[in-house]
């Protein structure tokens, strides 16, 4: 887990920030997402050797999220985090990224008929139906609005539930786009981004870095190329070395190509034809 955490902080971050920094960075990722009693267990590894070590599912997603957070980004786009986990599992990520948005960073992520519990954890809702917007509230304002549109939620069903039913209507859409339009109105539904605010008015100062600019020069586009290819081929290294039957495949491979290259252009003399032929 530290390795892929890692990994990700050495490619991601500045190439002029030191190496301890970049673990440092890693370190606080893994803190931050509750990992550290899993920062040595491996991760995708099936052998009956590691089956006591692997991580579980709802820590595979957390530590995706850790290896992008790592960068400290200002946003944070999550698709589908939840797919695939049990409702506590799915319960535990939600919180997660709710803790992360706490902590100063904007979190949008789609999500597909989550708990009750996990629902309710959201701040703002966007419910879109064929791409269209049918919704756009603040979470805990939903029931009241469904109730406006006619369709109020029942005691014992989950909210979220309600309004996967309530969009497969037409006419129950209508209405409900139509309160949702009125209840944001025209003071409360503004869009920064039409309403032409600049990209420093949006984001915090320390996301607005022209490094498109910075990292054009030629000196820091080869160490950033020298950077990559050396971390990359350590990685490669630790895989060969942890899989031994990984390294003999290799092996196996370059052994028969060549023998099969060699095969192919073998007898070719060093005349016209031979050089046709080649």
């Not at 440092?24 to 920062?39: N, P, W």
Request: hydrophobic content about 50%; glycine content about 8%.
């Amino acid at each position: 887990v530290l390795e892929c955490v890692t990994f990700a902080a050495m490619l991601t971050l500045p190439v002029d920030m030191p190496k301890e920094a970049k673990l440092r960075r890693a370190l606080d990722a893994i803190d931050e997402l509750s990992l550290s009693h899993v920062a040595d267990s491996l991760v995708g590894d099936a052998s009956a050797l590691a089956a006591t070590a692997r991580v579980s599912g709802g820590e595979r997603r957390r530590i995706s999220l850790a290896m992008s957070i790592v960068a400290r980004p200002a946003i944070l786009l999550c698709d589908e985090v939840t797919s695939g986990l049990d409702s506590t599992t799915a319960y535990s990520m939600v919180r997660t990224l709710r803790a992360l948005a706490g902590a100063g960073r904007v979190v949008v992520l789609s999500i597909h008929q989550p708990s009750s519990r996990a629902f309710m954890e959201l701040d703002r809702l966007l419910l879109l139906r064929r791409g269209a917007v049918v919704l756009h509230a603040p979470t805990v304002l939903v029931a009241d609005l469904c109730a406006e549109a006619g369709e109020p939620l029942h005691q014992g069903i989950n909210l979220a539930d309600h309004l996967l039913d309530v969009i497969q209507h037409d006419d129950k859409v209508v209405r409900l786009r139509g309160v949702s339009e009125a209840e944001a109105g025209p003071e409360k539904g503004v869009d920064p981004v039409r309403e032409g605010a600049t990209l420093g008015e949006i984001l915090p100062p320390e996301a607005c870095v022209l490094g498109s600019l910075r990292h054009s020069r030629v000196g820091v586009a080869l160490l950033r190329a020298r950077l990559e290819l050396s971390v990359i081929t350590w990685r490669s290294a630790l895989a060969i070395v942890r899989h031994p039957s990984l390294l003999r495949l290799h092996l196996l491979v370059g052994v028969g190509s060549a023998f099969a290259v060699g095969l192919l252009f073998h007898g070719l003399g060093d005349d016209v034809s031979g050089l046709q032929n080649r």
